[in-house]
């Protein structure tokens, strides 16, 4: 559910249409509903109530400080993977004791700086990370509050990009051997274990994956529990998927009810990752019809918006919906919906049937509030654009369209060259 819609074959968000936002700020620009995230944030999290839980937003999927601080406002954690996500956390007011630190690669200077800002937990992902943390916190004079990321070797059933519960991925300690980090870490004087970790994949569509992990984790947990280990964190990572196009992804209310079941009175505080399925269907990227051209064989639609702005469906394939702003009864085409960059895999859309565009229509490509601005990059060295946050019949702009200083401000001709 999601506040875009059409009101006499206009699209608004919210009160808003989008054409006076277009008017106002230029395109493109991503767009978010402020009364969708939080019915998102709130649905998800009182899906879990009757048992002591956190949620701890992924802040990958859309790490704005304006969508940090919303999810700050209504009790949320923020789940980081890097020193950069933990600064913007920081910023954006959230409490460090509800702050989670994932990621194979953590630096030592990152490190250092959760450790420095008191962070809930690190989930570490190999045993030389752990003994790394024990040597940093040890350096620091402080003792790390450390929970290991197990991968359970599940099938998440989801694209092989974002599946990261296998053998074959890179992320987490393989759970045949987790019983021998766990130990290691118990060992080391400057680590207090305090939890247990999974993370398998993205946008999954089937909630037994995920049950099936929570599962090989309890029996873990309870493993350890007999060897004296007192495990009050279990954390089930994020991953709960969004419909793009058909997909009939389990509703928040149900994939928790599957976990309440698996989960109740086993004696833990349950800690949640959601990204994909709290922003992804709260944001739009909306951009203009530049040219429209075919040949024999195809109808292209030449738009403001590239693959730097929206990588997702050239890096993954990924279905976006694409609607016209004004929506008018017109003749039908069959268009891709392509990007200015110069590379064919600059794509939005393909072979969609839409009314037919002239240059100067604006369209919105749906679903785009998750890895969308988050993933885009300056390539052609096209600024990175607006994010616009609406409320109701109020717009806020929380990130400025870059401009072209901002493209070469960190860049130096050396002075040799000059001469
Ligand atoms: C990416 C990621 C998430 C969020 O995944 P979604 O599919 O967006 O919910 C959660 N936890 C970790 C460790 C991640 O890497």
């Known amino acids: 559910m999601h506040y875009f819609e059409y009101k006499n074959g206009e699209l608004y968000c919210e009160g808003l249409p989008i054409r006076e936002i277009a008017e106002k700020i230029g395109t493109p620009f991503y767009l978010y509903s402020y009364n969708t995230l939080v019915r998102h944030f709130r649905v998800f999290d009182e899906a879990f109530d009757g048992i002591p839980h956190l949620i701890c937003y992924s ?80 350096r620091m004079g402080k003792k790390a509050p450390l929970s290991i990321r197990v991968n359970p070797d599940i099938d998440p059933k989801t694209h092989p990009y974002i599946s990261t519960g296998l053998k074959q991925n890179k992320f987490g300690i393989d759970i045949l051997q987790a019983p021998e980090a766990y130990r290691l870490a118990f060992r080391l004087p400057h680590l207090k274990v305090i939890g247990i970790d999974c993370h398998i994949g993205s946008q999954l569509v089937e909630v037994e994956p995920i049950v099936e992990a929570l599962r090989k984790l309890k029996t873990l947990v309870e493993r350890l529990r007999e060897e004296g280990m007192e495990i009050q ?24 009810a599957n976990i309440l079941d698996e989960i109740r009175g086993f004696d833990c505080t349950l800690i949640l990752e959601p990204g994909r399925v709290i922003v992804g ?60 960059i110069c590379e064919s895999s600059d794509f939005l859309a393909k072979g969609r049937t ?46 400025e369209r870059e401009d ?10 050396p002075d040799f060259l000059l001469m």
Do not use: C, W
């Open 59 to 138: 802040a990958k999927a859309n790490s704005n400080l304006a969508l940090l601080r919303l999810f700050v406002n209504l009790g949320g954690g923020v789940d980081v993977v890097s020193g950069g996500e933990l600064y913007r956390a920081l910023k954006s007011g959230a409490d460090p004791k509800k702050i989670v630190f994932s990621g194979v690669g953590k630096k030592e200077e990152e490190i250092e700086s959760a450790l420095q800002a008191g962070i809930l937990l690190f989930n570490a992902e190999s045993f030389q990370e752990i003994e790394k943390i024990n040597e940093i916190a040890g």
């Open 233 to 256: 964190y279990l954390d089930l990572g994020g991953g709960l998927g969004i419909t793009y196009e058909d997909e009939e992804p389990p509703h928040p209310v149900e994939y928790a």
């Open 281 to 340: 269907n709260a944001g739009i990227l909306v951009s203009k019809v530049l040219y429209t051209k075919e040949n024999e064989e195809k109808r292209f639609v030449i738009v403001d918006a590239g693959m730097n702005d929206l990588v997702r469906p050239s890096y993954y394939g990924s279905y976006h919906q694409i609607l016209p702003v004004k929506e008018e009864m017109r003749k039908t085409r069959v268009v891709d919906i392509v990007g200015p």
């Open 354 to 399: 839409l009314q037919e565009l002239q240059p100067g229509e604006l369209v919105a490509v749906m679903s785009a509030g998750a890895y969308g601005f988050s993933m885009s990059t300056n390539y052609n060295s096209r600024p990175r654009v607006a994010e616009v946050l609406v409320r109701d019949t109020e717009m806020f702009i929380i990130r």
């Open 404 to 413: 072209y200083e901002d493209l070469v401000r960190k860049e130096r001709i």
